[in-house]
Nanobody, 124 residues
Framework: VQLQASGGGLVQAGGSLRLSCAAS????????TAWFRQAPGKERELVAA??????YYVDSVKGRFTISRDNALSTVYLQMNSLNADDTAVYYC????????????????????WGQGTQVTVSS
């Protein structure tokens, strides 16, 4: 599966962005798909993940971010509202057919397919 991430940009604090992760090569409707982010000098962090009817969010984005999937378009979205400076990072989407553990415990090494990353910068 090849992934293409898009939708990042520069936004003021309190603003919104929607990231898209488009898949090609194989249908990934049954895969686990996740958004990670990595800020300078920090480890890559799981932000949200979706598989079937199960969704996970890291505590810091609960109530502000929404992950969703459009299987017809083979695209997973991350709607980000009420952005703040701590959300500044490069955001990556990733997907894998294997669901080996609960969503909250997925790590980057659990995913074989990655998008190229999209920069999100929130100005305060």
């Amino acid at each position: 599966v090849q992934l293409q991430a898009s939708g990042g940009g520069l936004v003021q604090a309190g603003g919104s962005l929607r990231l898209s992760c488009a898949a090609s090569g194989r249908t990934f409707s049954t895969y686990v798909t996740a958004w990670f982010r990595q800020a300078p000098g920090k480890e890559r962090e799981l932000v949200a993940a979706i598989t079937g009817g199960t969704i996970y969010y890291v505590d810091s984005v609960k109530g502000r971010f929404t992950i969703s999937r459009d299987n017809a378009l083979s695209t997973v979205y991350l709607q980000m509202n009420s952005l703040n400076a701590d959300d500044t990072a490069v955001y990556y989407c990733a997907t894998d057919p294997k669901i080996v553990r609960p969503l909250h415990s997925f790590t980057p090494t659990d995913f074989d397919s990655w998008g190229q990353g999209t920069q999100v910068t929130v100005s305060s």
